[in-house]
């Protein structure tokens, strides 16, 4: 059993613990702090784990085999524990009897099963020391020994590399010691209760694993106990590395509960949400987590954001552990939204350092520059173009949120050297920037590579205009202010007339020197509309295109149309679905109220951060199937953005300018969710708390705000077609709200503003009309597609609505409805106990066909 104590520890309990740590290496067995974020289910071996800290990480599989890194250094790796019962010598492998994986914020637990014991191995990473704990707690009926084996490596990450390594038992603190001749690179793993049995060459190290034992001859003697194994190591000297491996052997406890309450204050302290879709809700935080996952304080270089992590295995860079400028820029815009701007600012400052005299922003640091000369010998510093206008996008949507002006005047050196470098690719003067000058835009190589300018690349051009425009209004620098608003104009004409292809209403993906347009079908064209560059009517049109079965999966949107002649559901640039690509198209199609469509696809993101590594979103997808490629990064920064992105700014429709003491909340709901809190937006130094209420002909925003300057919010929720609006009310007294009818509008969405006093409520009444709930597409592991994909709703006659679709040929396909009462004639389908049922017509097995229906109100 495990025994509940108070964090605070009695003294005779200290004692206790001090002469059973001295006797046997054993710490008495605290209790681990329930979550009600936990993730838990049968263990799959081959599935990866992480456990990582600011200056420390374990990753591994859910075997149990994992690596160990203490950044910059890879310490050892395959590491993993076997079995002994009473005197066999053969070995029971932990991979053969995993049984489950529990994780937590602060912890994973997995869990071994035998017939005579049960052991459960907790992974504990400490969130100030370069080191880790595992916490094995053993439940026997026999004695038995415990074997961790590992290889040691101490090597820093790609692609430096150092030499004459060397690893022996140091029976003094009971750990194996791991160096070399420089003594400036170290590692220890041990336990105070192990015995070490490997020995090895003190001049170099082994081909064959190196081990320790754990002997358990009396199992009723660890009932109640923790056995631990602990690790530690980095750069600098080996007393310090010694003193970091002795502190967290003395105390592992401290080690968890400082991680417990790390996170803690990672939820406590950032945007919380609760909604009637539990999973949405749980996957938001883990977003959060697998971002906070991410900052890194390396030795040398200092605190950033690394892209993403993964097992290296016989390699020297853990999955995307470098620092990625353009990763950390493009998640920033979703830690913004969250509050987590410490991060923000932490990342935009270290970036700040690698700018290029020109003004170029480094794309990839590794964390082991500091071991050679990384940007004099190595040619990836610099060779991405969109890097540098994010980092311009990325500064002004952090002072958007935050407020800082200070920050933005301390920098604005850096930001202006930035935007002149981007003016300088624009070869031809079109007022976009060019790949040709820039560098490397949405693809990295490949066919489509060889061109003059891709519309993700112009789209953060542009953006970047708009955002220095911004930013120079804010310190008072009138001249670039009045240049860069002229150049946002003429970038954004360009954009629109530039790619905008009429026959085949969508935008292309780029053009060529001579202006020829590259007419192939990605999803790219999203990154503008989300930031309202594109012309209304064609997003709109493009969106349609985007929402087409060609592209859009049920897990995810495809890099590139499966109709393409370079179309391989496998390729990263030609084929695959990101997650981070999908999130951008959620946040496009919500940005035009495609609230079916942005519904789907955030649905399919969330979906990922439980599919694979537990709480992660991994980096990329087949397009042909609902599976990662094997070497597709387990956890990546901006895949878990494609969750947070879209639901921040589409499905929340959070807006924010704390500058001008402005917030939006536009919330873009299915029409059954009846009720959604947001806790803690933080704006500037304002706190909101916003209650979302819908009744059958009533829809209110309870605010209750925090603030030491006025804040004018506006309150825009989303309806569907033919909804009528009878009534508005701020705190009673009777508003007119702002209406905006479109052609090509798929909802309908009032705008009600008004300056927040403390506690205040927005309510809307209405005359209800039917509505389609979104289609759920859920789809396991290994499939193909086969989910309805929902083109474009329109109003026809009075208060009809025509819905177009695509599905499976000779499928039946349903949709749940409110109020289905009102729901008169039907074409192209038939209401079936509440439920629209759509039946596509016959056609090709496997093809996804087009279809319409016309809906009458009663």
Known sequence: MRIRRPVGIALGLILCSAVLRAGTGLVPRFALEPSNLTLSRPAQAATYFDKAGPKFAILGTESGLFEAWAYPLKLFRDCEFSFFIGSSTQPILGKDIIRFIDVTPAATTLTYVFQSFTVRATYVTSVFEPGAVILLAVDATEPLTIVCSFLPVLQPMWPAGIGGQYAYWDDEVKAYFISEPTRKNHGYLGSPAATGISYTPAHMLSDTPNQFKIAIDKPDEVKHAFIPVVMAGGKGARDDIKKVYEKLAASPEAVYREAAEHYRRLRAETLRISTPAPEIDLAFEWAKIAHDNLFVENPDLGKGMVAGLGASGTGGRPGFGWFFGGDAFMNSLSLDGYGA???????????????????????????????????????????????????????????????????????????????????????????????????????????????????????????????????????????????????????????????????????????????????????????????????????????????????????????????????????????????????????????????????????????????????????????NLNVWPQEGVAHQGFSSSGVVFPLLRGLLGLTADAPAGTFGFAPRFPADWNRVKVENIRVGDAVLDIEYRR?????????????????????????????????????????????????????????????????????????????????????????????????????????????????????DYFLDLTRPDLVGAVSGGAVENGRLKIRIPDGREDEYLRHTVILEKR
């Open 695 to 811: 009744e059958p002909k009533k829809i209110e925003a309870v605010v209750r705000s925090r603030a030491k300057n006025p804040v004018r919010m506006t309150f825009a929720p989303v309806f569907g077609l033919g909804t009528v609006i009878t009534a508005a009310a701020v705190n009673g007294r009777a508003v007119q709200p702002e209406i905006e009818t479109k052609a090509w509008d798929q909802a309908v969405q009032p705008f009600l503003t008004a300056t927040l006093t403390g506690e205040d409520v927005f309510s809307i009444e209405i005359e209800p009309t039917f509505e389609i709930l979104p289609p759920e597409n859920p789809t396991r592991t290994g499939e193909t597609s086969r989910g309805l994909r929902v083109i474009r709703c329109e109003k026809t006659g009075v208060a009809g609505l025509k819905l177009s679709v695509e599905g499976l040929a000779g499928t």
């Open 341 to 623: 701007l410490s991060g923000v600012k932490t990342a935009l400052l270290f970036t700040q350092k690698w700018q290029r005299a020109d003004g170029k922003m480094a794309h990839e640091l590794s964390q082991a520059a500091s071991y050679l000369k990384w940007f004099e010998d190595y040619p990836y510093a610099y060779i991405h173009g969109d890097t540098t206008p994010f980092y311009i996008v990325a500064c002004l949507e952090y002072y958007r949120w935050s407020g800082d002006l200070d920050f933005i005047s301390k920098s604005w050196p850096s930001i202006r050297k930035a935007y002149a470098w981007c003016k300088s690719t624009d070869a031809d003067g079109d007022g976009l920037m060019d790949n040709s000058k820039a560098g490397l835009g949405a693809l990295e190589f490949g066919e489509l590579t060889g061109i003059k300018t891709d519309i993700f690349l112009a789209a953060a051009g542009a953006r970047a205009a708009f955002a220095m425009r911004e930013m120079a209004r804010a310190v008072n620098d009138r001249a670039t202010e009045t240049a860069a608003a002229v150049d946002f104009a003429k970038a954004r004409g360009a954009l629109n007339s530039g790619f905008w292809n009429e026959g085949t209403g969508q935008y292309a993906y780029a053009f060529n020197a001579d202006g020829r347009q590259v007419e192939e079908s990605t999803p790219w064209s999203a990154v503008p509309i989300v930031w309202g560059l594109m012309e209304e009517e064609k997003a709109a049109r493009a969106l349609q295109r985007l929402g087409s079965a060609d592209l859009t999966t049920d897990w995810g949107v495809r890099m590139l149309s499966n109709q393409s002649a370079y179309y391989e559901p496998l390729n990263y640039n030609y084929g695959a679905a990101w997650p981070f690509l999908t999130g951008w198209v959620a946040a496009a199609m919500y940005e035009r109220n495609f609230v079916l469509q942005g519904y789907g696809l955030l649905r399919a993101a969330v979906r990922h951060t439980f599919d694979n590594g537990l709480g992660f979103v991994t980096e990329l997808f087949s397009g």
